[in-house]
Every structure is written in structure tokens, then in C-alpha cells.
């Protein structure tokens, strides 16, 4: 309890402190509580110190944890990779989805959100670095998706989630992150609001860049075993 409890005071202190040092206004920066692989107990503690937005990877085990918390007002993310076969459940039981990286995905989401819910918040995954392994449009493939999601009723886009290749260096971990945000500001368009980016091992970098939400699992939950 007290470990959990330590953990969000220091992560949220940090995140204070980040946007401090880069001229931000305070709650600027929304801290996303990535409990993937982590326990619903772990989540329970965390919501009775204040904590609202998690976030998952894999739907059978979030959909799981949710029937556990159905009586916790909780706001859940939706961050892994996104299978044709998993819109529905997701159009259904998140309300944000990170990881969105094609168009056929967005219709599907659009289409299968239930009609009695508000929009979708979505963002769209970028893959920054370029890493040929790695989820995500490219930068230049951004504007054109953008352009064809457009008119989609259901789903609202937000901004992007990035996930740039590993980098110890401060420097070197700020520098995708403010390509994608400058990319981004160009586009010039006000509704995306929503940077997604900065996990435990870069997020002063992140936040010093323009990230509007961090999402942190490792050092609130401690690491996590497969
Ligand atoms: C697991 C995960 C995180 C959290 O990473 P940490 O390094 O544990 O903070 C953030 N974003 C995505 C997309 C993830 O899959």
C-alpha cells in the first residue's frame, strides 16, 4: 500500500516539477496510470489516493480488471496493439484509444461505438523514430490519415501517442518529441490538443516537449513480470 502510495506522490512531484522547468502551468500535464499486467488491487490503491486514467495493452486482461472495478469511476485508456477482431470490445468499454495506426481500425471504432455513449477519443499512434519493427504511421503519413478519418461520427481525434526508440541521453530522448509536436502544431489544427508521450525513462524529456499526457507503469507499479 505505502509502496504504491510513495510511488504517485514522487511520480506526480516530478511531473509538477517537469512542468515547472519548462515554463508550464501547473496540471498541464495529465499523469495516464499504465496498470497492464499489474493486479486490480494495485489499480483500487491507486484510485483511493486520487488516481482516475489507466491504461491497458491487452483487452481480455483489462476487460477482466474492469468487471472487478465496475463500481470505481474510472476512465480507462486503451494503449496496445489493435486486432480488426478487438474494435468492438474496445469501441465499447474505453473511452480513449492511443494506438490507433490505420483507417480501417478508425471505421471500425466509429462504426461500433455504442449510439447512448459519447465520441471516442482517439489518438493516433506515430512512429517517430522509424524503427521498422515499431506500430504507427509515419510522419508524413499523418496528415493524409487524418484527412481520411475525417467525418467519422463516433470517434473524436484527439492528437498522437508516440513511443521513440529507447535513449538514455536527455537530449536525444527530447529531440523525436519535438519533431512530432512541431509536426503536429503545423497541421494547425486546434481539436488535437493531446500529446501522448513520455513513459517512466523519458518523461522530463517528454514534458519539456509538449506532452499533454504521460503514460507511467513502471515506476508507479514497479516493473513488471511476464
Ligand atoms: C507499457 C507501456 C507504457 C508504460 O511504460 P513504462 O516504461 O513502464 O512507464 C507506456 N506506453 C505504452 C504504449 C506501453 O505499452
Known amino acids: 500500500m505505502n509502496d504504491i502510495k510513495q510511488r504517485f506522490e514522487k511520480v506526480n512531484l516530478q511531473i509538477r516539477q517537469a512542468e515547472v522547468a519548462a515554463g508550464r502551468s501547473n496540471d498541464s500535464v495529465q499523469l495516464l496510470a499504465v496498470s497492464k499486467t499489474k493486479p486490480a488491487i494495485d489499480i483500487a490503491r491507486a484510485y483511493q489516493m486520487g488516481q482516475r486514467h489507466f491504461a491497458e495493452s491487452y483487452l481480455q486482461e483489462a476487460l477482466k480488471k474492469q468487471q472487478a472495478l465496475a463500481a470505481f469511476n474510472i476512465t480507462w485508456h486503451f494503449i496496445g496493439p489493435i486486432q480488426s477482431n478487438k474494435t468492438k470490445a474496445i469501441a465499447t468499454y474505453f473511452n480513449w484509444v492511443h494506438s490507433v495506426d490505420r483507417l480501417k481500425i478508425a471505421k471500425r471504432?466509429?462504426?461500433?461505438?455504442p449510439a447512448n455513449l459519447p465520441a471516442l477519443n482517439i489518438c493516433l499512434q506515430v512512429n517517430i523514430s522509424g524503427e521498422a519493427s515499431k506500430a504507427g504511421v509515419t510522419l508524413e503519413q499523418l496528415p493524409q490519415l487524418i484527412s481520411e478519418m475525417r467525418g467519422l461520427p463516433n470517434i473524436q481525434l484527439r492528437g498522437v501517442m508516440a513511443i521513440p526508440e529507447p535513449k538514455t541521453e536527455y537530449e536525444s530522448q527530447r529531440q523525436p518529441f519535438n519533431q512530432l509536436y512541431h509536426a503536429v502544431k503545423q497541421l494547425?489544427?486546434?481539436?488535437?490538443?493531446?500529446f501522448s508521450f513520455g513513459m517512466t525513462a523519458d518523461l522530463k524529456a517528454a514534458i519539456a516537449e509538449g506532452s499533454t499526457i504521460v503514460r507511467i507503469g513502471t515506476a508507479l507499479f514497479g516493473a513488471r513480470m511476464y
Open 109 to 113: 471504432l466509429s462504426e461500433q461505438r
Open 188 to 194: 494547425n489544427m486546434p481539436e488535437l490538443d493531446t
